[in-house]
Protein backbone atom coordinates (compact mmCIF):
# COMPACT_ATOMS: atom_id res chain seq x y z
CA UNK A 1 0.00 0.00 0.00
CA UNK A 2 1.01 3.80 -0.87
CA UNK A 3 -0.55 6.04 1.29
CA UNK A 4 -0.08 8.81 -1.00
CA UNK A 5 -3.17 10.58 0.63
CA UNK A 6 -0.85 11.83 3.55
CA UNK A 7 2.61 12.57 1.84
CA UNK A 8 2.64 12.46 -1.96
CA UNK A 9 5.86 11.32 -3.25
CA UNK A 10 7.21 11.41 -6.74
CA UNK A 11 5.36 9.59 -9.59
CA UNK A 12 9.24 8.12 -10.18
CA UNK A 13 8.92 6.69 -6.51
CA UNK A 14 5.84 4.89 -7.12
CA UNK A 15 6.65 3.56 -10.19
CA UNK A 16 9.79 1.52 -8.60
CA UNK A 17 7.44 0.79 -6.21
CA UNK A 18 5.27 -0.77 -8.96
CA UNK A 19 8.73 -2.36 -10.68
CA UNK A 20 9.26 -3.58 -6.99
CA UNK A 21 6.15 -5.61 -6.48
CA UNK A 22 6.29 -6.96 -9.97
CA UNK A 23 9.99 -8.42 -9.55
CA UNK A 24 8.48 -10.25 -6.30
CA UNK A 25 4.98 -11.49 -7.58
CA UNK A 26 3.06 -8.54 -5.38
CA UNK A 27 0.31 -8.21 -8.31
CA UNK A 28 -1.77 -5.53 -6.70
CA UNK A 29 -0.93 -1.96 -5.00
CA UNK A 30 -3.86 -0.49 -2.84
CA UNK A 31 -3.05 3.60 -3.48
CA UNK A 32 -4.40 5.93 -1.25
CA UNK A 33 -5.61 8.89 -3.07
CA UNK A 34 -7.50 10.98 -0.11
CA UNK A 35 -7.54 11.49 3.47
CA UNK A 36 -7.77 14.60 6.22
CA UNK A 37 -4.35 15.94 5.36
CA UNK A 38 -5.64 16.45 1.84
CA UNK A 39 -6.18 14.67 -2.28
CA UNK A 40 -3.65 12.52 -4.36
CA UNK A 41 -5.77 13.84 -6.90
CA UNK A 42 -7.38 16.42 -8.50
CA UNK A 43 -11.03 15.49 -9.14
CA UNK A 44 -12.14 16.77 -13.05
CA UNK A 45 -15.55 17.26 -11.08
CA UNK A 46 -14.65 18.76 -7.49
CA UNK A 47 -11.27 20.76 -8.13
CA UNK A 48 -12.60 23.02 -4.91
CA UNK A 49 -11.60 20.15 -2.87
CA UNK A 50 -8.14 20.23 -0.08
CA UNK A 51 -5.96 19.68 -2.61
CA UNK A 52 -2.04 18.33 -2.30
CA UNK A 53 0.23 21.13 -3.51
CA UNK A 54 1.78 18.27 -5.83
CA UNK A 55 -1.42 16.10 -6.47
CA UNK A 56 -1.38 13.99 -9.93
CA UNK A 57 -3.78 15.19 -12.84
CA UNK A 58 -6.31 12.66 -13.51
CA UNK A 59 -4.09 12.10 -16.80
CA UNK A 60 -0.51 11.59 -14.54
CA UNK A 61 -2.74 9.27 -12.73
CA UNK A 62 -4.40 7.33 -15.43
CA UNK A 63 -0.39 6.86 -16.91
CA UNK A 64 0.27 5.63 -13.64
CA UNK A 65 -2.11 2.95 -13.43
CA UNK A 66 -1.62 1.59 -16.82
CA UNK A 67 2.54 1.53 -16.47
CA UNK A 68 1.31 -0.75 -13.04
CA UNK A 69 -1.03 -2.80 -15.64
CA UNK A 70 1.97 -3.36 -18.07
CA UNK A 71 4.35 -4.27 -14.89
CA UNK A 72 1.04 -7.09 -14.09
CA UNK A 73 0.23 -4.46 -11.05
CA UNK A 74 -3.16 -3.83 -10.42
CA UNK A 75 -3.66 -0.06 -8.15
CA UNK A 76 -6.87 -0.22 -6.09
CA UNK A 77 -7.25 3.47 -4.87
CA UNK A 78 -8.90 4.56 -2.32
CA UNK A 79 -11.20 7.35 -1.83
CA UNK A 80 -12.08 7.80 2.05
CA UNK A 81 -15.98 8.70 1.92
CA UNK A 82 -16.96 8.17 5.71
CA UNK A 83 -14.05 9.37 8.04
CA UNK A 84 -11.25 10.92 7.25
CA UNK A 85 -12.60 12.89 4.99
CA UNK A 86 -11.55 16.43 5.66
CA UNK A 87 -10.64 16.98 2.80
CA UNK A 88 -14.13 17.31 1.96
CA UNK A 89 -15.26 19.15 4.76
CA UNK A 90 -12.25 21.73 5.38
CA UNK A 91 -13.57 23.30 1.96
CA UNK A 92 -15.88 26.22 2.56
CA UNK A 93 -18.40 24.67 0.21
CA UNK A 94 -18.93 21.47 2.29
CA UNK A 95 -17.84 22.53 5.45
CA UNK A 96 -21.53 22.06 6.74
CA UNK A 97 -21.38 18.13 6.02
CA UNK A 98 -18.86 17.27 8.85
CA UNK A 99 -20.17 15.09 11.46
CA UNK A 100 -18.81 14.06 14.81
CA UNK A 101 -19.71 12.08 17.56
CA UNK A 102 -21.63 13.73 20.66
CA UNK A 103 -18.38 14.00 23.22
CA UNK A 104 -15.93 13.53 21.02
CA UNK A 105 -15.78 16.20 18.21
CA UNK A 106 -12.37 16.29 17.12
CA UNK A 107 -11.33 12.89 16.02
CA UNK A 108 -11.96 11.63 13.07
CA UNK A 109 -14.53 13.54 12.30
CA UNK A 110 -16.78 12.20 9.39
CA UNK A 111 -19.21 13.19 6.63
CA UNK A 112 -23.32 13.48 7.79
CA UNK A 113 -24.39 9.69 5.98
CA UNK A 114 -27.74 10.71 5.51
CA UNK A 115 -27.28 14.05 3.86
CA UNK A 116 -28.00 12.95 0.40
CA UNK A 117 -25.59 15.58 -0.71
CA UNK A 118 -22.75 13.27 0.99
CA UNK A 119 -23.57 10.36 -1.27
CA UNK A 120 -24.43 12.98 -4.52
CA UNK A 121 -20.88 14.16 -4.11
CA UNK A 122 -19.18 10.64 -3.73
CA UNK A 123 -20.88 9.14 -7.05
CA UNK A 124 -19.17 12.51 -8.36
CA UNK A 125 -15.88 11.07 -6.98
CA UNK A 126 -16.28 7.48 -7.58
CA UNK A 127 -16.79 7.94 -11.26
CA UNK A 128 -13.95 10.44 -11.76
CA UNK A 129 -11.64 7.88 -10.07
CA UNK A 130 -13.47 4.68 -12.59
CA UNK A 131 -12.52 6.89 -15.46
CA UNK A 132 -9.09 6.77 -14.19
CA UNK A 133 -8.05 3.41 -12.83
CA UNK A 134 -8.73 0.49 -14.92
CA UNK A 135 -8.87 -2.45 -12.47
CA UNK A 136 -12.26 -3.88 -10.55
CA UNK A 137 -12.05 -2.30 -7.36
CA UNK A 138 -12.10 0.78 -5.92
CA UNK A 139 -11.89 0.91 -1.60
CA UNK A 140 -14.15 3.56 -0.30
CA UNK A 141 -12.24 3.98 3.12
CA UNK A 142 -14.85 3.69 6.07
CA UNK A 143 -12.53 3.30 8.82
CA UNK A 144 -12.08 5.08 11.97
CA UNK A 145 -15.39 7.61 11.95
CA UNK A 146 -16.61 9.35 14.23
CA UNK A 147 -20.39 10.43 13.57
CA UNK A 148 -24.04 10.66 15.15
CA UNK A 149 -23.79 14.48 16.44
CA UNK A 150 -25.29 16.49 13.22
CA UNK A 151 -28.76 18.04 13.31
CA UNK A 152 -29.86 15.27 10.90
CA UNK A 153 -27.70 12.35 11.98
CA UNK A 154 -29.64 12.99 15.63
CA UNK A 155 -33.00 13.06 13.98
CA UNK A 156 -32.36 9.66 12.12
CA UNK A 157 -30.91 8.35 15.23
CA UNK A 158 -34.36 8.43 16.92
CA UNK A 159 -35.31 5.50 14.28
CA UNK A 160 -32.60 3.65 13.12
CA UNK A 161 -29.67 2.04 14.69
CA UNK A 162 -26.64 2.91 13.62
CA UNK A 163 -25.94 -0.29 12.51
CA UNK A 164 -29.14 0.36 10.13
CA UNK A 165 -27.79 3.63 9.14
CA UNK A 166 -23.89 2.73 8.82
CA UNK A 167 -25.04 -0.29 6.56
CA UNK A 168 -27.31 1.66 4.42
CA UNK A 169 -24.63 4.04 3.78
CA UNK A 170 -22.25 1.30 2.81
CA UNK A 171 -24.53 -0.30 0.73
CA UNK A 172 -25.73 3.06 -1.33
CA UNK A 173 -22.08 3.62 -1.91
CA UNK A 174 -21.80 0.27 -3.19
CA UNK A 175 -24.33 0.90 -5.42
CA UNK A 176 -22.57 4.33 -6.97
CA UNK A 177 -19.73 2.01 -7.20
CA UNK A 178 -21.45 -1.16 -9.07
CA UNK A 179 -23.04 1.49 -11.16
CA UNK A 180 -19.51 2.73 -12.34
CA UNK A 181 -18.73 -0.32 -13.19
CA UNK A 182 -16.08 -1.39 -9.61
CA UNK A 183 -16.42 -3.17 -6.91
CA UNK A 184 -16.79 -1.85 -3.53
CA UNK A 185 -14.01 -2.27 -1.01
CA UNK A 186 -14.57 -1.02 2.91
CA UNK A 187 -11.90 -1.37 6.14
CA UNK A 188 -12.79 -4.12 8.64
CA UNK A 189 -12.52 -2.48 11.85
CA UNK A 190 -16.43 -1.04 12.50
CA UNK A 191 -18.11 -3.49 10.07
CA UNK A 192 -16.84 -6.27 11.55
CA UNK A 193 -15.00 -5.93 15.09
CA UNK A 194 -16.38 -3.07 16.61
CA UNK A 195 -19.62 -2.81 15.53
CA UNK A 196 -20.49 -5.69 14.01
CA UNK A 197 -24.26 -5.85 13.62
CA UNK A 198 -23.45 -4.18 10.27
CA UNK A 199 -21.88 -7.13 8.59
CA UNK A 200 -25.25 -8.80 8.24
CA UNK A 201 -27.25 -6.01 6.91
CA UNK A 202 -24.01 -5.45 4.16
CA UNK A 203 -24.99 -5.70 0.16
CA UNK A 204 -23.17 -9.44 -1.01
CA UNK A 205 -21.26 -7.53 -3.48
CA UNK A 206 -18.97 -5.92 -0.63
CA UNK A 207 -15.59 -6.67 -0.14
CA UNK A 208 -14.14 -6.11 3.88
CA UNK A 209 -10.41 -5.36 4.28
CA UNK A 210 -9.63 -6.74 7.99
CA UNK A 211 -6.74 -5.20 9.66
CA UNK A 212 -5.63 -6.16 12.80
CA UNK A 213 -2.04 -5.18 13.19
CA UNK A 214 -1.02 -6.14 16.76
CA UNK A 215 -2.21 -9.92 16.24
CA UNK A 216 0.28 -12.29 15.56
CA UNK A 217 -1.61 -15.43 15.70
CA UNK A 218 -3.11 -16.83 12.60
CA UNK A 219 -6.31 -18.38 13.98
CA UNK A 220 -8.40 -15.53 15.19
CA UNK A 221 -7.71 -14.03 11.56
CA UNK A 222 -9.07 -17.38 9.82
CA UNK A 223 -11.75 -16.92 12.28
CA UNK A 224 -12.16 -13.27 11.55
CA UNK A 225 -12.28 -14.13 7.66
CA UNK A 226 -14.67 -17.12 8.23
CA UNK A 227 -17.23 -14.92 9.47
CA UNK A 228 -17.13 -12.34 6.83
CA UNK A 229 -17.55 -14.99 4.20
CA UNK A 230 -20.47 -16.59 6.55
CA UNK A 231 -22.63 -13.55 5.29
CA UNK A 232 -21.94 -13.79 1.60
CA UNK A 233 -19.19 -11.34 1.31
CA UNK A 234 -15.50 -11.51 0.02
CA UNK A 235 -12.39 -10.71 2.92
CA UNK A 236 -8.91 -9.29 2.61
CA UNK A 237 -6.70 -9.91 5.10
CA UNK A 238 -4.26 -6.86 5.38
CA UNK A 239 -1.42 -6.68 7.98
CA UNK A 240 0.62 -3.31 8.61
CA UNK A 241 4.40 -2.52 8.07
CA UNK A 242 4.87 0.18 9.95
CA UNK A 243 2.02 2.32 11.10
CA UNK A 244 1.44 3.94 14.74
CA UNK A 245 3.65 1.68 16.95
CA UNK A 246 6.64 2.51 15.15
CA UNK A 247 8.71 5.23 13.82
CA UNK A 248 11.07 4.62 10.93
CA UNK A 249 11.32 1.03 10.93
CA UNK A 250 8.84 -2.17 12.09
CA UNK A 251 10.36 -4.79 14.99
CA UNK A 252 10.49 -8.35 14.37
CA UNK A 253 6.58 -8.46 16.29
CA UNK A 254 5.61 -6.58 12.97
CA UNK A 255 6.68 -9.66 10.56
CA UNK A 256 4.54 -12.13 12.54
CA UNK A 257 2.07 -10.26 11.78
CA UNK A 258 2.73 -10.37 8.38
CA UNK A 259 3.24 -14.14 8.85
CA UNK A 260 0.01 -14.71 10.59
CA UNK A 261 -2.04 -13.11 7.86
CA UNK A 262 -0.75 -15.08 5.53
CA UNK A 263 -0.59 -18.10 6.89
CA UNK A 264 -4.32 -17.91 8.03
CA UNK A 265 -5.21 -16.80 4.63
CA UNK A 266 -3.44 -19.93 2.95
CA UNK A 267 -5.91 -22.02 4.81
CA UNK A 268 -9.17 -20.55 3.20
CA UNK A 269 -9.68 -22.26 0.34
CA UNK A 270 -12.83 -20.29 -1.28
CA UNK A 271 -12.98 -17.68 -3.72
CA UNK A 272 -14.04 -15.81 -1.34
CA UNK A 273 -11.13 -14.95 0.50
CA UNK A 274 -8.95 -12.94 -2.40
CA UNK A 275 -5.76 -12.79 -0.50
CA UNK A 276 -3.85 -10.59 1.58
CA UNK A 277 -2.08 -6.96 1.30
CA UNK A 278 0.31 -5.14 3.53
CA UNK A 279 -0.50 -1.83 4.46
CA UNK A 280 2.57 0.80 5.19
CA UNK A 281 1.32 4.49 6.62
CA UNK A 282 2.38 7.66 7.05
CA UNK A 283 5.29 8.28 5.17
CA UNK A 284 6.41 10.85 7.14
CA UNK A 285 7.27 7.98 9.58
CA UNK A 286 10.00 6.45 7.80
CA UNK A 287 12.85 7.01 5.07
CA UNK A 288 11.53 6.17 1.82
CA UNK A 289 14.11 3.72 0.73
CA UNK A 290 14.65 2.25 3.86
CA UNK A 291 12.34 -0.44 3.75
CA UNK A 292 12.90 -2.62 1.07
CA UNK A 293 14.11 -5.46 3.26
CA UNK A 294 10.53 -5.48 4.79
CA UNK A 295 8.54 -5.31 1.58
CA UNK A 296 10.56 -8.61 0.28
CA UNK A 297 10.22 -10.62 3.45
CA UNK A 298 6.05 -9.39 2.92
CA UNK A 299 6.46 -10.74 -0.30
CA UNK A 300 7.65 -14.21 0.51
CA UNK A 301 5.58 -14.88 2.97
CA UNK A 302 2.01 -13.92 1.38
CA UNK A 303 3.43 -15.82 -1.63
CA UNK A 304 5.36 -18.87 -0.09
CA UNK A 305 3.91 -18.87 3.67
CA UNK A 306 5.55 -17.66 6.61
CA UNK A 307 8.14 -20.82 6.99
CA UNK A 308 9.61 -20.17 3.93
CA UNK A 309 9.68 -16.18 4.57
CA UNK A 310 11.74 -16.72 7.72
CA UNK A 311 14.21 -19.46 6.32
CA UNK A 312 15.13 -17.54 3.03
CA UNK A 313 13.23 -14.00 2.59
CA UNK A 314 16.47 -12.10 3.52
CA UNK A 315 18.36 -13.92 2.01
CA UNK A 316 16.82 -13.75 -1.39
CA UNK A 317 17.03 -10.12 -0.87
CA UNK A 318 19.97 -9.80 -0.21
CA UNK A 319 21.37 -11.65 -2.76
CA UNK A 320 19.02 -10.17 -5.56
CA UNK A 321 18.63 -7.07 -4.48
CA UNK A 322 22.19 -5.85 -2.97
CA UNK A 323 23.62 -8.72 -5.57
CA UNK A 324 25.89 -9.70 -1.96
CA UNK A 325 26.39 -13.09 -1.13
CA UNK A 326 24.28 -13.97 2.02
CA UNK A 327 26.40 -14.91 5.12
CA UNK A 328 26.29 -14.68 8.68
CA UNK A 329 27.20 -11.06 9.01
CA UNK A 330 23.77 -10.40 6.57
CA UNK A 331 22.02 -12.76 8.68
CA UNK A 332 22.92 -11.25 12.28
CA UNK A 333 22.76 -8.20 11.45
CA UNK A 334 19.18 -7.73 10.33
CA UNK A 335 17.98 -10.04 12.40
CA UNK A 336 19.34 -7.50 15.49
CA UNK A 337 18.15 -4.94 13.64
CA UNK A 338 14.21 -5.73 13.62
CA UNK A 339 14.88 -6.88 17.08
CA UNK A 340 16.07 -3.91 19.02
CA UNK A 341 13.86 -1.63 16.67
CA UNK A 342 11.86 0.74 19.22
CA UNK A 343 8.21 1.06 19.81
CA UNK A 344 6.09 3.77 20.61
CA UNK A 345 4.28 2.28 23.27
CA UNK A 346 1.48 4.82 23.48
CA UNK A 347 -0.09 3.09 20.38
CA UNK A 348 1.51 -0.75 20.50
CA UNK A 349 -0.21 -3.59 22.27
CA UNK A 350 0.47 -4.22 25.99
CA UNK A 351 1.59 -7.50 25.34
CA UNK A 352 4.45 -6.14 23.06
CA UNK A 353 8.28 -5.39 24.95
CA UNK A 354 10.99 -3.92 23.58
CA UNK A 355 12.87 -0.59 23.68
CA UNK A 356 10.47 2.84 23.52
CA UNK A 357 10.71 5.16 20.86
CA UNK A 358 12.12 8.21 21.39
CA UNK A 359 11.59 11.47 20.31
CA UNK A 360 14.45 14.17 19.67
CA UNK A 361 14.03 16.70 22.39
CA UNK A 362 13.79 19.80 20.75
CA UNK A 363 12.56 22.52 23.50
CA UNK A 364 13.23 23.59 26.89
CA UNK A 365 9.91 21.30 27.97
CA UNK A 366 10.96 18.57 26.63
CA UNK A 367 14.36 18.67 28.32
CA UNK A 368 12.68 18.73 31.56
CA UNK A 369 10.67 16.07 30.67
CA UNK A 370 13.62 14.02 30.07
CA UNK A 371 15.45 14.75 32.75
CA UNK A 372 12.55 14.09 34.84
CA UNK A 373 12.14 10.60 33.51
CA UNK A 374 14.27 7.75 33.88
CA UNK A 375 16.40 6.43 31.50
CA UNK A 376 16.06 3.32 29.65
CA UNK A 377 19.19 1.10 28.06
CA UNK A 378 20.23 2.12 24.76
CA UNK A 379 19.77 -0.73 21.60
CA UNK A 380 23.23 -1.97 20.27
CA UNK A 381 22.40 0.07 17.32
CA UNK A 382 26.68 0.18 16.65
CA UNK A 383 26.26 -3.45 16.22
CA UNK A 384 24.11 -3.00 13.20
CA UNK A 385 26.09 -0.25 11.75
CA UNK A 386 29.37 -1.84 12.42
CA UNK A 387 28.25 -5.32 10.57
CA UNK A 388 27.26 -2.65 7.79
CA UNK A 389 30.36 -0.96 7.64
CA UNK A 390 31.94 -4.82 6.60
CA UNK A 391 29.26 -5.25 4.30
CA UNK A 392 28.52 -1.62 2.48
CA UNK A 393 31.32 -2.84 0.04
CA UNK A 394 30.36 -6.11 -1.24
CA UNK A 395 26.57 -4.57 -1.86
CA UNK A 396 26.43 -4.58 -6.04
CA UNK A 397 23.08 -3.07 -6.16
CA UNK A 398 21.11 -0.35 -5.22
CA UNK A 399 24.01 0.87 -3.38
CA UNK A 400 21.48 4.03 -2.28
CA UNK A 401 19.10 1.90 -0.79
CA UNK A 402 21.54 -0.03 1.12
CA UNK A 403 22.50 3.33 2.66
CA UNK A 404 19.22 4.42 3.16
CA UNK A 405 18.73 1.17 5.20
CA UNK A 406 22.09 2.06 7.67
CA UNK A 407 20.75 5.98 7.53
CA UNK A 408 17.90 4.57 9.18
CA UNK A 409 19.79 2.91 12.27
CA UNK A 410 21.90 6.09 12.35
CA UNK A 411 19.20 8.10 13.26
CA UNK A 412 17.91 5.88 15.94
CA UNK A 413 21.38 5.49 17.49
CA UNK A 414 21.21 9.72 17.32
CA UNK A 415 18.30 10.04 19.05
CA UNK A 416 19.18 7.53 22.12
CA UNK A 417 23.07 9.07 22.23
CA UNK A 418 21.25 13.04 22.23
CA UNK A 419 19.51 11.48 25.77
CA UNK A 420 21.77 10.10 27.29
CA UNK A 421 24.52 12.99 26.72
CA UNK A 422 21.95 16.06 27.44
CA UNK A 423 21.92 13.36 30.96
CA UNK A 424 26.19 13.72 30.92
CA UNK A 425 26.17 17.67 30.43
CA UNK A 426 23.18 17.90 32.76
CA UNK A 427 25.32 16.11 35.36
CA UNK A 428 28.70 18.09 35.05
CA UNK A 429 29.55 21.41 37.23
CA UNK A 430 32.02 22.62 34.18
CA UNK A 431 30.66 24.91 32.16
CA UNK A 432 33.47 25.00 29.74
CA UNK A 433 33.60 20.64 29.39
CA UNK A 434 29.47 21.14 29.15
CA UNK A 435 29.64 23.47 26.38
CA UNK A 436 31.74 21.30 24.29
CA UNK A 437 29.14 18.57 24.75
CA UNK A 438 26.27 20.76 23.80
CA UNK A 439 28.46 21.53 20.87
CA UNK A 440 28.98 17.71 19.91
CA UNK A 441 25.06 17.75 20.09
CA UNK A 442 24.07 20.23 17.78
CA UNK A 443 27.08 19.03 15.28
CA UNK A 444 26.05 15.76 15.16
CA UNK A 445 21.78 17.22 14.91
CA UNK A 446 22.98 19.40 12.02
CA UNK A 447 25.13 16.46 10.20
CA UNK A 448 21.92 13.97 10.58
CA UNK A 449 19.48 16.72 9.21
CA UNK A 450 22.01 17.15 5.99
CA UNK A 451 21.60 13.23 5.35
CA UNK A 452 18.01 13.22 5.93
CA UNK A 453 17.36 16.26 3.94
CA UNK A 454 19.62 14.44 0.93
CA UNK A 455 17.49 11.39 1.12
CA UNK A 456 14.20 13.09 1.41
CA UNK A 457 14.93 14.68 -1.84
CA UNK A 458 15.42 12.06 -3.98
CA UNK A 459 12.07 10.90 -4.39
CA UNK A 460 9.71 13.01 -2.28
CA UNK A 461 8.97 16.82 -2.93
CA UNK A 462 10.89 20.03 -1.26
CA UNK A 463 8.43 22.04 0.18
CA UNK A 464 5.72 18.89 1.24
CA UNK A 465 4.19 19.09 4.27
CA UNK A 466 6.26 16.63 7.15
CA UNK A 467 9.46 18.40 6.04
CA UNK A 468 8.62 21.99 6.53
CA UNK A 469 5.22 21.64 8.85
CA UNK A 470 4.05 18.70 10.29
CA UNK A 471 0.92 16.71 8.88
CA UNK A 472 -2.19 17.63 9.95
CA UNK A 473 -3.52 15.55 13.07
CA UNK A 474 0.15 14.04 13.62
CA UNK A 475 2.50 14.58 16.65
CA UNK A 476 6.06 14.92 16.55
CA UNK A 477 6.70 10.74 16.58
CA UNK A 478 5.61 10.53 13.09
CA UNK A 479 7.21 13.41 11.67
CA UNK A 480 10.48 12.08 11.17
CA UNK A 481 12.59 15.00 9.62
CA UNK A 482 10.61 17.77 10.81
CA UNK A 483 10.79 17.10 14.06
CA UNK A 484 14.76 16.29 13.66
CA UNK A 485 15.04 19.52 12.02
CA UNK A 486 13.24 21.34 15.08
CA UNK A 487 15.92 19.29 17.61
CA UNK A 488 18.46 20.43 15.46
CA UNK A 489 17.92 24.03 15.96
CA UNK A 490 17.60 23.80 19.47
CA UNK A 491 20.55 22.42 19.87
CA UNK A 492 22.39 24.92 18.39
CA UNK A 493 20.66 27.24 20.57
CA UNK A 494 21.35 25.31 23.47
CA UNK A 495 25.04 24.88 22.35
CA UNK A 496 25.18 29.47 21.73
CA UNK A 497 23.32 30.23 24.89
CA UNK A 498 24.55 28.30 28.30
CA UNK A 499 22.00 30.26 30.36
CA UNK A 500 19.27 28.60 28.41
CA UNK A 501 20.77 25.34 29.31
CA UNK A 502 21.24 26.22 32.80
CA UNK A 503 17.38 27.22 32.96
CA UNK A 504 16.66 24.22 31.48
CA UNK A 505 18.04 21.71 34.07
CA UNK A 506 18.30 23.93 37.11
CA UNK A 507 15.21 22.32 38.92
CA UNK A 508 16.05 18.92 37.58
CA UNK A 509 19.72 18.67 38.04
CA UNK A 510 19.60 16.54 41.45
CA UNK A 511 16.97 13.91 39.40
CA UNK A 512 19.88 14.02 36.19
CA UNK A 513 22.53 13.48 38.27
CA UNK A 514 20.58 9.96 39.70
CA UNK A 515 20.19 8.34 36.75
CA UNK A 516 22.67 5.83 35.08
CA UNK A 517 24.77 6.63 32.22
CA UNK A 518 24.62 4.97 28.48
CA UNK A 519 27.42 4.77 26.19
CA UNK A 520 27.86 6.98 23.35
Partial sequence: MADAARLPEK?????????????????????????????????????????HAHALAPEEAADLARYGESRGVTLIPEVESFGHTRYITDTRKYARLADFRPGNPNEFVGVIPVDPETLALMADLYRDVARIFP?????????????????????????RSRAEIWAGYLNSLDEVCRAAGKQFIVWGDYVLHKEPAILPRLSKSVVVMDWQYGVTNPQPLAR???????????????????????????????????????????????????????????PTRYLQRSLWDTFAYAAVAVNQGSETARQSAFRNFVERFYGSSWDSNWQESLRLYYR???????????????????????????LKSLLRSSEPE????????????????????????????????????????????????????????????LRSIADRDRSLVAKLDREWDVGRFADSRGRLEPLLGFQPADELLFRMRQAAEFSMKLAE????????????????????????
Fill in 224 to 282: AARQVMAQGLRVIGAPAIIYCAWGPRAGEEQLRNIDAYADAYATLHTPGALGVIVTNWV
Fill in 378 to 437: APPFEACLARWAKLEPRVRRNQADFAALVLSAEYLKTAYWRNATIRQAARMADARAQGAI
Fill in 135 to 159: GPYLHGGCDEVSWGGSPLSRKALES
Fill in 11 to 51: PAAYRRLIDFCSEWNLNTLHFRLTDDQGSMLRFPSHPELIT
Fill in 497 to 520: NGDLFSRAIRTFASSAASAPRIGA
Fill in 340 to 366: ITPIRRSCAPSKWQGPPLPVPWASEAD
